[in-house]
């Protein structure tokens, strides 16, 4: 049974700085790109970074570009979001997703709340 598990969400003030991990298991066996997303109540989910499976390649959106840092340990296939000097406006949902880079069958987490009080 495939599981990821998001842990590190909570209660920050503004300017702060929260780690998140995602623990994955129970994969098939494949090469893995995993990343991170976010959605608010009532909002569309958006991207928010990935990285490749073997490291080596990060994206991130924009909007968090210079703030947050995405990394991985394959020996503990987790992930993690460094995210730094965080905003009121990023409450949501952050959700971790990973992919396999060859059949494209991907597998979500439940998400962690994140909220940055002003």
């Known amino acids: 049974q495939v599981q990821l598990v998001e842990s590190g969400g909570g209660l920050v003030q503004a300017g702060g700085s929260l780690r998140l991990s995602c623990a994955a298991s129970g994969l098939p066996s494949g090469n893995y790109d995993m990343g991170w997303f976010r959605q608010a109540p009532e909002e569309e989910r958006e991207f928010v970074a990935s990285i490749n499976w073997s490291g080596d390649t990060t994206y991130y959106a924009d909007s968090v570009k210079g703030r947050f840092t995405i990394s991985r340990d394959n020996h503990k296939n987790t992930i993690y979001l460094q995210m730094n000097s965080l905003k009121p406006e990023n409450t949501p949902i952050y959700s971790c997703?990973?992919?396999?880079?060859?059949?494209?069958?991907?597998?979500w987490g439940q998400g962690t709340q994140v909220t940055v009080s002003s």
């Open positions: 997703d990973t992919e396999d880079i060859n059949t494209k069958e991907d597998y």
